[in-house]
Nanobody, 116 residues
């Protein structure tokens, strides 16, 4: 059974940085990317970034491109989201997601709050 362990959220001032991690236990499907989403209060969950299992390809939403980076360690199945130049509008609960069999598995969200 795949489980995801998310950490790294917190309170940070605008223009500073934060790094989130998402560790997958079990055997996620390696043909699907590992993905970060976020959900701000009163808004729908939205895509942030993704990385293929081999780490060769990354994808970013336009609103984080150039500020966020995504990497993963193959050993330990851990994915990281490095968030730089944070903005107030980056405040949200951040989730990671992987595929397991025919289902998606979501980690518990971690709150990121950016203050002015």
């Amino acid at each position: 059974q795949v489980q995801l362990y998310v950490s790294g959220g917190g309170l940070v001032q605008a223009r500073n940085s934060l790094r989130l991690s998402c560790q997958a236990s079990g055997r996620p499907a390696s043909t699907f990317p590992m993905v970060w989403f976020r959900q701000a209060p009163g808004k729908e969950r939205e895509f942030v970034a993704a990385i293929t299992w081999n780490g060769d390809n990354t994808f970013f939403a336009d609103y984080v491109k150039g500020r966020f980076s995504i990497t993963r360690e193959k050993v330990g199945n851990t994915m990281y989201l490095q968030m730089n130049s944070l903005k107030l509008e980056d405040t949200a609960v951040y989730y990671c997601r992987v595929r397991s069999g025919i289902a998606y598995v979501w980690g518990r969200g971690t709150q990121v709050t950016v203050s002015s």
